[in-house]
């Protein structure tokens, strides 16, 4: 199975602030990576598909690098409703389809 | 737009089973593959099952399967997830999800619609 590993596993931030999040795979997974973004008690947003592909309705502060083993979600102007948590995920193995262990955005 | 509504979940003793189901609109149904994700308490994102648009595949997460089934009735536009053999570790949140592409054997699968989630807890 292909292990996803995202650092940091949190951070703090302020308003305003660039954010980038790291999102490794155990092997090369070309462009198949996907970033989704959840909120307490909400179903997971997809924000990102295939490495840097801005899903419809997401605001352009957020965009998407990457391919083979290391991609990037950033937020370029970090919003009050972007605290969140962020879970990157793989689709190259498409029998066996895997989440990066999350990353949480908070407050500084 | 899209709306999916997964069944109540509930509390199920270990060994026992439940069936959930996903009441889909808003899309061609029968056009998209689905999923099931969950997420137990505190926890992050499991991927659990995916069946193919026409219903021709499926497959499960090592940690499922022989244990749940995933079927789909497309004259109903409804998914469903049969778990048996239930354990502990399979409470969970799970929510239905639409894929973002017609046919994983074409493109790469994203997960673009989910449900608002349904807890399932299996205790004694």
């Known amino acids: 199975d292909i292990q996803m590993t995202q650092s940091p596993s949190s951070l703090s931030a302020s308003v305003g602030d660039r954010v980038t999040i790291t999102c490794r795979a155990s092997q090369s997974i070309n462009v198949y990576l996907n970033w989704y973004q959840q909120k307490p008690g909400k179903a997971p947003r997809l924000l990102i598909f295939a490495a840097s592909n801005v899903q419809n309705g997401v605001p352009s502060r957020f965009s998407g690098s990457g391919s083979g083993t290391d991609f990037t979600l950033t937020i370029s102007s970090l919003q009050p409703e972007d605290f969140a948590t962020y879970y990157c995920?793989?689709?190259?193995?498409?029998?066996?389809?895997?989440f990066g262990g999350g990353t949480k955005v908070d407050i500084k | 737009q899209v709306h999916l509504v997964e069944s109540a979940g509930g509390v199920v003793q270990p060994g026992g089973s439940l069936r959930l189901s996903c009441a889909a609109s808003g899309f061609t149904f029968n056009y998209y593959g689905m999923h099931w994700v969950r997420q137990a308490p505190g926890k992050g994102l499991e991927w659990v099952a995916f069946?193919?648009?026409?219903?021709?595949?499926?497959f499960y997460a090592v940690s499922v399967e022989g244990r749940f089934t995933i079927s789909r009735d497309d004259s109903n536009n409804t998914l469903f997830l049969q778990m048996n053999t239930l354990r502990t570790e399979d409470t969970a949140v799970y929510y239905c999800?639409?894929?973002?592409?017609?046919?994983?054997?074409?493109?790469?699968?994203?997960?673009?619609?989910w449900g608002q989630g349904t807890l399932v807890t299996v205790s004694s």
């Open positions: 999800v639409k894929d973002g592409v017609h046919d994983y054997l074409w493109e790469s699968p994203y997960f673009d619609s």
């Open positions: 995920q793989q689709s190259f193995a498409t029998r066996a389809l895997s």
């Open positions: 069946i193919r648009y026409d219903g021709s595949t499926k």
